[in-house]
């Protein structure tokens, strides 16, 4: 089928305004007749096209009639369609929307306003953020003390099955990391404390990093990883398909069927978890220091006990069940915070690994100074 010629008469000019008539097939055949008309007109004026008489129209067409646009808003002139059936114009709108955009002008220097301006806008973002997490605990007390009181409310299936993803199933994982530090720790120690003759020493540098720091701190930082992306993922997904308002429709309280469960379920299983790491670790660096430096298990175990003070395992453990809440506020309101698309839950769950390691790390720094502020 051959495509009507195109044809482009003038019906009327002034100083300000010309007046055209567009007429044949705008499509992807006649692309190059239609420019060759487009082209030469003049951009001093706004332009009216009455394009009653035009018998086809696609999206090669539309895309020169907006380009003659573009070049006349350019000129701070229009162009304006008179005729247009509602199948033209709602063709021309959908390829305009379609139109790329220029790229954007380099960004100019920040003043000293803009800087503080920035500055303003992220501490206020910030805490706001940490206001929302403090809320978000309060939230997570206030529903674990009326599940005390409502013992019936209380999920206690849920709570198994969160205990055994977040304890149990990060045991082989748990176990391997302390393990393999334990070994580092004390390749490294004998390394250094054979220059003084002091390798015995090793023994003690294990234990105190092991069980005061290394142990809960990597254990915490796996934990993060691995649980607080899992906890905004479940939770996000739950949100993006409108499980949690469905939830609150039939008076189900989400915080007690979602949040109470898995908070309290790291609550349990991290001291465990951090138990299970200095155990390791500790194994991990007497096997080391048995095969570098020739000190016997036995002698190892001696070593342990008489120059080892229990107080560094009471430390370490006694920061896991911050270490244990922080994570799960953290993963929980990030799953909340969750919008209709993909896109968001990727977003949340990456940074909710992220803070909850940044905030683990920021606990044990402050312990550590308390506790060395006590001297303990």
């Given at each position: 089928m051959?495509?009507?010629?195109?044809?482009?008469?003038?019906?009327?000019?002034?100083?300000?305004?010309?007046?055209?008539?567009?007429?044949g097939?705008?499509?992807?055949?006649?692309?190059?007749?239609?420019?060759?008309?487009?082209?030469?007109?003049?951009?001093?004026?706004?332009?009216?096209?009455e394009?009653?008489?035009?018998?086809?129209?696609d999206t090669a067409?539309a895309?020169?009639?907006?380009?003659?646009?573009k070049?006349?808003?350019k000129a701070?002139?229009s162009l304006?369609?008179?005729?247009?059936?509602?199948?033209?114009?709602?063709l021309i709108?959908?390829?305009e929307?379609?139109?790329p955009?220029?790229?954007?002008?380099?960004?100019?220097?920040?003043?000293?306003?803009?800087?503080?301006?920035?500055?303003?806008?992220k501490t206020?973002?910030?805490?706001?953020?940490?206001?929302?997490?403090?809320?978000?605990?309060?939230?997570?007390?206030?529903?674990l003390?009326?599940?005390?009181?409502?013992?019936?409310?209380?999920?206690?299936?849920?709570?198994?099955?969160?205990?055994?993803?977040?304890?149990?199933?990060?045991v082989?994982?748990?176990?391997l990391?302390?393990?393999?530090?334990?070994?580092?720790?004390?390749?490294?120690?004998?390394?250094q404390?054979?220059q003084?003759g002091?390798?015995?020493?090793?023994?003690d540098?294990?234990?105190?990093?092991?069980?005061?720091?290394?142990?809960?701190?990597?254990?915490?930082?796996?934990?993060?990883g691995?649980?607080?992306?899992?906890?905004?993922?479940?939770?996000?997904?739950?949100?993006?398909?409108?499980?949690?308002?469905?939830?609150?429709?039939l008076?189900?309280?989400p915080?007690?069927?979602?949040?109470?469960p898995r908070?309290?379920?790291?609550l349990?299983?991290?001291?465990?978890?951090?138990?299970?790491?200095?155990v390791m670790?500790?194994?991990?660096?007497?096997?080391?220091?048995?095969?570098?430096?020739?000190i016997?298990?036995?002698?190892?175990?001696?070593?342990l006990?008489e120059?080892?003070?229990?107080?560094?395992?009471?430390?370490g453990?006694i920061?896991a069940?911050?270490?244990?809440?922080?994570?799960?506020?953290?993963?929980?309101?990030a799953?909340?915070k969750?919008?209709?698309?993909?896109?968001?839950?990727?977003?949340q769950?990456?940074?909710?690994?992220?803070?909850?390691i940044?905030?683990?790390?920021?606990?044990?720094?402050?312990?550590?100074?308390?506790f060395?502020?006590m001297?303990?």
């Open positions: 051959t495509e009507p010629a195109i044809s482009l008469t003038e019906l009327s000019a002034t100083d300000t305004l010309l007046t055209l008539r567009l007429r097939a705008c499509t992807v055949v006649r692309l190059e007749a239609l420019q060759k008309a487009l082209e030469p007109l003049p951009k001093d004026r706004d332009i009216v096209l394009v009653s008489g035009v018998e086809r129209l067409g895309w020169a009639l907006i380009n003659l646009a070049r006349l808003e701070d002139k304006r369609f008179e005729g247009a059936s509602e199948n033209f114009q709602s709108e959908t390829v929307n379609a139109y955009e220029p790229d954007a002008e380099p960004e100019h220097a920040l003043t000293i306003t803009d800087r503080l301006d920035l500055l303003g806008r206020v973002a910030g805490w706001t953020f940490l206001s929302e997490l403090m809320a978000f605990l309060g939230l997570f007390l206030a529903r003390f009326r599940s005390i009181l409502r013992p019936s409310e209380f999920r206690l299936t849920a709570l198994v099955h969160h205990c055994e993803a977040v304890g149990v199933q990060a082989p994982i748990v176990s990391m302390a393990f393999l530090i334990g070994v580092v720790l004390a390749f490294q120690g004998s390394t404390l054979q003084f002091a390798e015995v020493f090793v023994v540098l294990i234990a105190i990093s092991i069980l005061r720091e290394l142990g809960i701190l990597l254990t915490a930082i796996i934990v993060a691995r649980t607080a992306s899992a906890f905004t993922a479940a939770i996000g997904s739950m949100k993006m398909r409108e499980e949690i308002d469905a939830m609150e429709t008076s189900l309280d915080a007690m069927m979602l949040f109470v908070i309290l379920a790291l349990l299983m991290l001291p465990i978890l951090g138990l299970i790491a200095d670790g500790l194994l991990g660096g007497a096997l080391m220091a048995w095969a570098d430096l020739g016997s298990p036995a002698m190892f175990m001696t070593r006990v120059g080892t003070d229990v107080k560094h395992a009471i430390v453990l920061k069940p911050f270490f244990a809440v922080t994570i799960g506020v953290v993963g929980c309101h799953g909340m969750v919008k209709s698309n993909a896109e968001s839950l990727g977003r769950t990456s940074a909710a690994v992220v803070t909850a940044f905030a683990v790390i920021v606990i044990d720094a402050m312990f550590s100074i308390f060395a502020e001297g303990y």
